[in-house]
């Protein structure tokens, strides 16, 4: 069995209460469940990395085991967390800094070229906006050898945005990794850029933009599969266009069709999740709605056709978690009552930034109340034991990079 800590504060979000009856929403309970955290990448103020913004999992070395890379906005940093070992995922981590740029805002593992090994791209908001390929250094060269990577970037003036998401996609066919890219603020948009192919690939130049919609605050790019379809979804944030946006993917140029808003229209949507909460084979939408709402949404016969709320999770109570930023659907659980993991930002004075939730409203905090300001999140079985962990990172409170490992010990 592993071990449990307990922790004795008055506020500590570990403590198992039961909290107020909230007009309209029923009886919340708040459980006890603690998850040990476990520093992949800490935050080092010497070392120039702080501001951990976002972590995303790739395999850079083909060991077939989950590597990290994150954008460390206020430190101006790329680094990618390569995974010790099967069993080590407890251990410190090996990491490297393939990049330096400022106010990187997220960042992706991606093979653009073809060569059989990863690459990373970053999105810089601030006063850089913009897109950088980080290029791993050819066989036979270590890819450990931070001096071998080399950066180049998107100049283009009309690529000079607050970008925020990235996703690698293989858009036209051609068997490339195109990218799609989201951004904020005055100019903002959805664009899609296509990948010259391999010879051109590292000649940021040579890559064409195709500008697929104007955004307000681009939070979420993702891919969803209906049948045979697929289509991009994207949640916007802010302005007149919020809302989750799908727009399909066609079989020929231009390759996509035009967005169309499908769900939460004027709400302040920040990171989404697809997974199938109803057990019918189709991906539902789960969406965190900033301040304190997860919203759950179904399709219909037609996915570009508005989406059908579905029961949401009672409202986060303020005087225990901060406001919601990112939700994720655990995998392989019960259909009839999934278990969400989410995160949240302003988890200050003693209120906890990561918990577990059920649609019946039992909230359990996972993290303690250390952490301020935490990004996205993803279940994945780090310590090999059968279970999944959860991953993340916290960019105020100096946590990094960090997960948290579920006590359940595999099964």
């Not at 103020?45 to 790739?58: E, F, Q």
């Not at 192919?197 to 790019?221: C, S, V, Y």
């Not at 999934?338 to 302003?346: G, L, Q, S, V, W």
Request: glycine share 12%; proline share 9%.
């Amino acid at each position: 069995m592993k071990r449990r800590h307990f922790r004795n504060r008055p506020l500590d979000c570990g403590i198992a209460i039961l909290l107020a009856l909230f007009p309209g929403n029923g009886a919340l309970s708040l459980a006890q469940e603690t998850w040990t955290r476990h520093a992949i990448d800490p935050a080092d103020p010497l070392a120039h990395r702080t501001g951990a913004d976002g972590a995303r999992t790739g395999d850079l070395n083909g060991d077939g085991l989950p590597d990290l890379v994150t954008g460390w906005e206020e430190g101006g940093k790329v680094r990618v967390a390569l995974h010790p070992g099967p069993g080590k995922g407890r251990e410190p981590w090996p990491v490297l800094t393939v990049g330096k740029v400022r106010s990187p805002e997220d960042a992706i593992l991606a093979d653009l070229d073809g060569d059989g090994r990863p690459d990373v791209v970053s999105a810089c908001e601030g006063k850089e906006r913009r897109l950088h390929m980080h290029w791993a250094p050819p066989a036979p060269a270590p890819l450990t050898y931070e001096s071998a990577w080399t950066t180049r970037t998107f100049d283009a003036p009309s690529l000079q945005q607050w970008w925020m998401q990235l996703l690698a996609r293989d858009l036209d066919g051609d068997g490339d990794l195109d990218l799609i890219a989201g951004s904020k603020n005055a100019g903002a948009s959805v664009t899609w850029l296509e990948n010259p192919g391999a010879t051109d690939a590292r000649d940021p130049a040579r890559w064409k933009a195709h500008r697929l919609a104007g955004a307000g605050w681009i939070m979420t790019l993702a891919v969803l599969r209906s049948g045979p379809h697929g289509y991009l979804v994207y949640s916007d944030r802010k302005g007149d266009g919020s809302g989750i946006w799908l727009a399909p993917f066609l079989p020929a140029a231009p390759w996509i069709g035009a967005p169309v808003r499908i769900a939460a229209a004027g709400e302040e949507v920040m990171f989404l999740d697809l997974a199938d909460l109803t057990g019918d084979g189709r991906a539902e939408i789960v969406a965190a709605l900033r301040p304190a709402t997860i919203a759950l949404y179904e399709s219909g016969a037609d996915p570009l056709a508005p989406w059908t709320p579905l029961p949401s999770l009672p409202p986060l109570p303020w005087n225990r978690f901060g406001t919601v930023k990112a939700v994720a659907a655990a995998p392989g659980e019960d259909p009839r009552s999934p278990r969400f993991a989410i995160t949240c930002e302003n988890a200050d004075e003693g209120r906890c930034g990561i918990l577990l939730a059920d649609r019946e409203g039992t909230w359990i905090p996972v993290g303690g109340s250390e952490g301020v300001k935490f990004d996205r999140v993803e279940w994945i079985d780090l310590d090999g034991d059968g279970d999944f962990d959860l991953v993340t990172c916290e960019e105020r409170d100096g946590l990094g990079v960090v997960w948290y490992e579920n006590p359940a010990g595999g099964g």
